[in-house]
């Protein structure tokens, strides 16, 4: 088959069983309103156990959102487990029910104050592997109408409309380190790149 406008042919995944861990058991070690922490032995590739603690979430997304002039709503928060305001896009988990799309419409309305006539999926990203499953999907929201925020209780930020150009040179500078932020910006400047 040729590459050009044929189908390619299929590569079989690759056999991960060398790599593979297998649960043998899990237990609840804590049932937050957010976050839940479980305990589980598996079992390693070499048949040993080994215990996994890890935080399971019910999932996220992200919305970079860009104005006509092509400026992004971006908001400052204060994130208290370590202690500093971020510069981070809109984002939020998913409630019980809710599809991705409509979390990040809700979340763009809720917390940047907008309303959007198209909305891109951008990726997806897992943001700590290490300890936790959450699964963060990201989106370009385009044509923003301002509808005015309505943050939750206990919520509190800034809005601020930074170029991308100026976006890229904070991350450069050490200014952007929110990871879910780093990969949103860098995946879009690659969309519109192209």
Do not use: N
């Amino acid at each position: 088959m040729s590459e050009g406008g044929e189908a390619k042919a299929r590569r079989a995944p690759p056999d991960d069983g060398h790599l593979t861990e297998t649960k043998v058991t899990s237990e609840a070690v804590f049932d937050g309103k957010l976050l839940h922490v479980r305990r589980d032995t598996v079992r390693l590739p070499d048949g040993s156990l080994a215990t996994r603690e890890y935080v399971v979430h019910p999932g996220a997304v992200l919305v970079v959102p860009v104005l006509p002039d092509g400026r992004l709503v971006v908001e400052r928060q204060f994130r208290y487990p370590v202690g500093a305001v971020f510069l981070e896009f809109p984002a939020g988990k998913i409630d019980p029910g809710e599809t991705e799309l409509a979390t990040a419409q809700r979340e763009l309305a809720e917390e940047a104050g907008y309303t959007a006539a198209t909305w891109t999926p951008l990726g997806r990203i897992h943001s700590v592997v290490g300890y936790s499953d959450e699964t963060i999907t990201i989106f370009v929201a385009a044509g923003l109408t301002h509808v005015g925020a309505k943050l939750d209780d206990g919520e509190f930020l800034e809005i601020v409309t930074p170029s991308l150009d100026a976006m890229l040179a904070a991350l450069d500078q050490g200014e952007i380190t929110d990871a879910k932020t780093v990969a949103a910006l860098l995946l879009y400047a690659r969309h519109h790149a192209r």
